[in-house]
């Protein structure tokens, strides 16, 4: 049976007069331990869906279902790395991951549930920043923040909505290894949402492009049968990694192509006669102005 | 050289403020008003109650800083009844819009009402407690004036908490009293005390009112039997001493504030 299903989900937003179907019959199953992708054009409806696997808002349409059953809410089961992080600032590094502990593990004593935390604090390597609050990190550390509080939760799936978009190529790269790292640690069903295929790639079992909205929908999945661990630089010259790029790369362009709209226009030129510089400028007297073709009564044409 | 510019700047502009408003003072003094007392002339008469600030020589003559104290405790035992029934309103309102749609029409039509008409109403709810009756009265009108920046603000602050908050809640699944304590009031707080800030200044404006027609020991007391004697030197210390008390609280308050300002 598989791990995470979605049947036939459908999700619109706005009244009922002028409603847009942001996603149109999502099917897909993940496996159990299975990292797959999703890549998307930004406002594809990427944390829609994601928000639908969490169970923060419901499908107008068809059904999510964990391990067969029908996911009625959010629960801590699914853990979820938000995409703008989603921390609360008036707790530290240490807080915000303990909350998440503390409300997981009830009944653990006080001092696992304090080296728990920690544990995850240390495999994101902010264990120097712990007692900081969110405003007092980068981006990038926020992120991890983000990532630990929910592996911290050691949920049976991890949910993350482009964990590293707002993050520059260096830190990405950086972080990307850390994921890589953890995941084939931890051996998680893992959604990833990401923009950019070579993530996509490097990190996951399998990739999905997500056409372009409105009524955006999964592409064809594509296996990702690159062996673990990958190198970064070895990857790019792989005739297979290029191969799956192009196709990811290829279908989400089409997909896009199909949504534009055709419009044809006249293309109407400017009517001004260009002016006659060896000419000089008069000081005084009559001021040139432009003139339009269509206004010259009379032409002079040498023969 | 900048830094001292600046610090000089700091002091000196201020000084330049009040010496101009001294001068308008000693002018209107001398010229238009001549019942007014010049500036030399309220410090000599005032210098009594200001060198002496503790002094009591009778119940309505008492050094500046007594009645301070005295204007002080009433506001904090009002303002702390203010916070108290305005804090949880404020909640209410920004939780439940079936809430909001009963309340908020009645809310808006007291809101503007002003301390002296409260005032009557309140000495009139407690006449059966007899001596203790202008206290109370004063406490009513306190409260029922200072409540309404921290109800509004208070609301507002709950219905501007970021979606992504209540989502970390709802993943992690904290109960309702959890998601209160470690979500709602401190995504609040900030706005909490910008209300907290605002209730205290209007707390102090209607205390001065509320001893004026109570004729309670206080500033504001002392300041409306000073008037009836003619002693009109003293409603000015009395004004000066309002503003400064006043300009003080509101820069504790500003201290607080900034120090639950997250971000
Ligand atoms: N609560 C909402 N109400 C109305 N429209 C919404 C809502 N949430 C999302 N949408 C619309 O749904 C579409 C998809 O939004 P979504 O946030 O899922 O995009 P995305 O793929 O995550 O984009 P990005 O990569 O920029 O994060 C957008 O056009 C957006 O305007
Ligand atoms: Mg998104």
């Known amino acids: 049976m598989a791990h995470l299903e979605l049947k036939a989900v459908s999700k619109g937003f706005g009244d009922p007069s002028q409603r847009t179907e942001v996603l149109h ?10 990292f797959v992708a999703i890549v998307g054009f930004s406002g594809a409806g990427k944390t829609t869906l994601i928000s639908m696997i969490a169970g923060l808002t419901k499908p107008d349409a068809g059904s ?3 391990r067969g059953k029908p996911v009625t809410g959010p629960g801590p089961d699914r853990g ?19 909350l998440a502990v503390d409300q997981c593990f009830p009944d653990w004593d006080p001092a696992r549930r304090q080296a728990h935390t920690e544990r995850y604090i240390a495999m994101v390597n902010l264990t120097p920043a712990k007692t900081k609050r969110p405003s007092e990190l980068s981006g990038g550390m926020r992120q ?3 990532v630990a509080r929910a592996l911290a939760m050691e949920p049976e799936v991890l949910l993350m909505d482009e964990p590293l978009g707002a993050l520059d190529a260096l830190t990405r790269a950086t972080l990307q290894d850390e994921f890589a790292r953890i995941c084939q640690e931890t051996r998680k069903t893992v959604v990833l949402i990401t923009n950019d295929p070579d993530e996509g790639i490097y990190l996951s079992d399998r990739i999905i492009p997500l056409s372009a909205g409105p009524g955006a929908t999964l592409g064809p999945s594509i296996e990702v049968n690159l062996e673990r661990p990958r190198d970064r630089k070895a990857l790019n010259h792989l005739s297979r990694f290029k191969e799956i790029r192009r196709e990811v790369i290829e279908y989400l362009v089409a997909s896009n192509r199909k949504k534009r709209v055709e419009v044809s226009r006249a293309l109407v030129l400017p009517d001004i006669e260009p002016e006659d510089l060896s000419v000089p400028r008069a000081t005084f007297g009559a001021r040139k102005h432009p003139i339009r073709r269509s206004e010259i009564k009379r032409e002079n044409v040498e023969i | 050289m900048k830094l001292l510019r600046a610090k000089l700047d700091w002091i000196l502009l201020p000084m330049i403020g009040f010496g101009a408003a001294i001068a308008i003072w000693q002018i209107l003094s001398v010229t238009v008003c001549k019942e007014l007392p010049s500036p030399w002339r309220t410090w000599l008469e005032s210098r009594e109650y200001i060198l002496k600030p503790f002094e009591k020589r009778g119940e309505m003559d008492q050094g500046i800083l007594r009645f301070t104290w005295y204007s002080l405790i009433l506001v904090a035992k009002g303002y702390a009844l203010a916070l108290l029934v305005g804090t949880p309103i404020g909640f209410l309102l920004g939780l439940s819009v079936v809430f909001t749609r ?3 029409p009645i809310i808006q039509v007291l809101r503007p009402v002003s301390p002296l008409a409260w005032l009557p109403l309140g000495l009139v709810l407690f006449l059966g407690a007899g001596k203790q009756a202008s206290e109370l009265g004063a406490l009513f009108t306190i409260a ?3 409540m309404w920046p921290t109800v509004l603000n208070t609301a507002v602050g709950v219905r501007a908490i970021p979606q992504d908050y209540l989502n970390v809640a709802r993943v992690l699944k904290l109960s309702r009293t959890k998601t209160f304590v470690k979500v709602l009031i401190p995504a609040t707080l900030p706005y909490m005390f910008t209300g907290f800030r605002l209730s205290l200044g209007i707390a102090w404006l209607v205390i001065v009112a509320a001893e004026m027609l109570t004729g309670r020991p206080g500033v504001g007391g002392f300041l409306w039997q000073e008037y009836n004697a003619l002693n009109y030197a003293h409603i000015i210390l009395c004004i000066l001493t309002i503003g400064f008390v006043g300009f003080a609280l509101d820069r504790l308050m500003s201290v607080v504030e900034r120090r639950f300002k997250t971000a």
Do not use: H, M
Request: proline share 2%.
């Open chain 1, 25 to 34: 019959d999502i099917n897909l199953e993940i496996k159990e331990g299975e």
């Open chain 1, 64 to 66: 999510v279902l964990l």
């Open chain 1, 80 to 98: 979820i790395v938000f995409q703008n992080y989603s921390l609360l600032p008036w707790l530290t590094v240490y807080e915000n991951v303990a």
């Open chain 1, 144 to 146: 991890r923040v983000s």
């Open chain 2, 102 to 104: 009963i309340f908020d």
């Open chain 2, 144 to 146: 029922v004036c200072a």
